[in-house]
């Protein structure tokens, strides 16, 4: 992905687009799929959600009440591009995530670990 957006740079540069293009078309939001894990859960990203795809079952998300397939579509402190910064962040750090399990919205309280291990698919 990091090549593609290099050749895309280096193309605008050919045509003469000026640097603000450019500094934009780097700062693009990852693409839909891009994983994102921490506090014992490993999820995707799914266009403004990201999709929960497995639980640590023992882990901080799990206890939380979160389930593989729910949705986070919100949380308090950022944009959902930087949940996964914030899953490995400080210990006993609360995140408060926005989830959507089918046509269900509620609001989860995450408190992180020492280790806020991620999982592995």
Not at 54 to 65: E, H, K, V, Y
């Amino acid at each position: 992905m990091i090549l593609s957006r290099r050749f895309l740079m280096v193309g605008l540069t050919s045509t003469g687009f000026s640097f603000a293009a450019l500094r934009a078309a780097a700062a693009a939001p990852a693409p839909a799929g891009a994983a994102i894990s921490g506090a014992g859960l490993s999820g995707r990203r799914l266009g403004s959600s990201i999709e929960i795809l497995s639980l640590d079952p023992l882990g901080p998300a799990a206890r939380s009440g979160l389930r593989p397939g729910d949705r986070v579509v919100d949380w308090v402190g950022g944009d959902l591009l930087q949940l996964g910064q914030a899953l490995n962040g400080a210990p006993e750090s609360r995140l408060i995530l926005t989830v959507m399990r089918g046509v269900r919205q509620r609001q989860v309280q995450l408190v992180l670990e020492g280790d806020n291990q991620t999982v592995r698919p």
